[in-house]
DNA sequence: AATTAATACCACCTTAAGATAGTATTAAAT
DNA sequence: ATTTAATACTATCTTAAGGTGGTATTAATT
């Protein structure tokens, strides 16, 4: 019933990124600091974040990473899906995911109804719809 | 955003176990079987559930579990916080325990309403209540 | 050209969930 | 009493997520 480590790290970091100016840049070792995630393990989400074109990259000495669209424009299940691309399968409780109304799972009539609400509000929210503060836990 | 696999097969079981006489007995063998699940994995489920007192064990040679109480009084919120004691917490997709008004983190005003709904479902669902068919997956 | 500060890559370590194996205990049936 | 079929216990194996370490690459500054 949560989201992983690594997701909640890249929800994190692009609420971070997207509560300041626009085209500023961020560097790892800054953002590692000051929303206290692990340096390392911060420059690989920020990687993949890059591949996945949420966010841009530029290297070298004054280098950083910057967001690659306006915070309105990203919602919450873009950034999720780039780790978890199943993610619409993932919302249900016992994660069967191929079902229709013959081959459905034993919680399904319940849950059906709160899963489209997540799955609305994941589509939903973007960046820049969402509280900045308190972004270290 | 799915519940883990060990409270996934204990509601299967106690599914299961709910759609037939009352006070039936069941053995592991059989149940792991027909609701293929590794046999070894299900006791170790069912030690847990029996002192949980969910289901009651009975020993020796003609043993077997059987449902504690009426299906009608066990809700699936019981059954999955013997697994998972801080389920309440566990609903919130960021993973922050402890929060009010002044503490709360970036997806909360987003996240308490379908959260508030999950609850009150798994509150309010029982074995009764739920779907008996496509029970192994 | 050398230095420096940034991202990128690759391989490994750690931890907890999931699963398995072997043995002990219980109690009905014979 | 012995056998047998069930649950109970303890220890170990496996796998994937989470996290580290070391090095390569890039590009502005000097
Ligand atoms: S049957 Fe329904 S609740 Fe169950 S996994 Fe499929 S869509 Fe989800
Ligand atoms: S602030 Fe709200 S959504 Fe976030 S962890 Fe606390 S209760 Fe859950």
New interface residues.
Partial sequence: ???NNTV?YA??VL?YMSAGEEETLYNVKALSEELEISYKFLTKIMTVLSKADLIVSIRGRVGGFKLAKKPSQIA?IDIISVFDPN?KE???????GECDSA?????????I??KA??QK?LEE?TLD???????K?
């Fill in positions: 019933m949560q989201l909640q929800i994190r609420s919450l993610i993932d919302i249900c409780l016992l994660g069967l081959h459905k799972c034993a919680l399904h009539d319940q849950w109804k709160p609400d997540i509000m929210t719809g969402i509280d900045k503060n308190n972004l836990f």
